[in-house]
């Protein structure tokens, strides 16, 4: 089994600048993709962008200059830096986790942009 947990949630103004962290614990597959999805109220969850263990990346084309994503194998931990934030990032952003015989989630962080 595998438990993401993430972090670096919060309130923030308009323009301004997030970094959120998940990390991984458990049996994880060395080839693995870890993922940042996130859902606004009444909205469906939608994907910001994942990257795979080999640094592959891949984003939201609305999102694309605006977030980052990264990671560090050696602590299984995945990384969304988010610049120029607006307030309809607002949303629960979850991390994923897939790889062989897993499809985890975390339990979500608050982001709040709003002046």
């Known amino acids: 089994q595998v438990q993401l947990v993430e972090s670096g949630g919060g309130l923030v103004q308009p323009g301004g600048s997030l970094r959120l962290s998940c990390a991984a614990s458990?049996?994880?597959?060395?080839?693995?993709?870890m993922g940042w999805y996130r859902q606004a109220p009444g909205k469906q969850r939608e994907l910001v962008g994942s990257?795979?263990?080999?640094?592959?990346?891949n984003y939201a084309n609305p999102l694309k200059g605006r977030f980052t994503i990264s990671r560090d194998n050696a602590k299984n931990t995945v990384y969304l830096q988010m610049d120029s934030l607006k307030p309809e990032d607002t949303a629960v952003y979850y991390c994923?986790?897939?790889?062989?015989?897993?499809?985890?989630w975390g339990q979500g962080t608050q982001v709040t942009v709003s002046s």
């Open positions: 458990g049996v994880i597959s060395s080839f693995n993709v």
């Open positions: 990257i795979t263990s080999t640094g592959r990346t």
């Open positions: 994923n986790l897939a790889g062989v015989g897993t499809n985890s």
